[in-house]
Nanobody, 120 residues
């Protein structure tokens, strides 16, 4: 049974930073691509970033490129999203996702989501 558990969210003032973590179990973490998404109230789920198994090819949405950083620790079965310089428009529920098949971006497994709220 695949399980993804996010942590590290919460309330932060504008300009502050957070680092989200996603611990995975029930899959071969070191072989699959991991991703982060978010969903703001009233909006569609938005892709933020993904990272391949070897961490050599991180990919970012234009909206967060140059600001957010995705990383992973295969020994800890954990993916991370470092988010500095947060703004109110970053307020959303953040989700991690795992690909079901190696070398694909077929994200079939999802965490329960974690709230990030940025106050002005």
């Amino acid at each position: 049974q695949v399980k993804l558990v996010e942590s590290g969210g919460g309330l932060v003032q504008a300009g502050g930073s957070l680092r989200l973590s996603c611990v995975a179990s029930g899959l071969t973490f070191s072989s699959i691509t991991m991703a982060w998404y978010r969903q703001a109230p009233g909006k569609d789920r938005e892709f933020l970033a993904d990272i391949d198994w070897s961490s050599t090819r991180p990919f970012y949405a234009d909206s967060v490129k140059g600001r957010f950083t995705i990383s992973r620790d295969n020994a800890q079965n954990t993916a991370y999203l470092h988010m500095p310089r947060l703004q109110r428009e970053d307020t959303a529920v953040y989700y991690c996702a795992a690909a079901a098949v190696e070398r694909t971006k077929d994200y079939r497994y999802w965490g329960q989501g974690i709230q990030v709220t940025v106050s002005s």
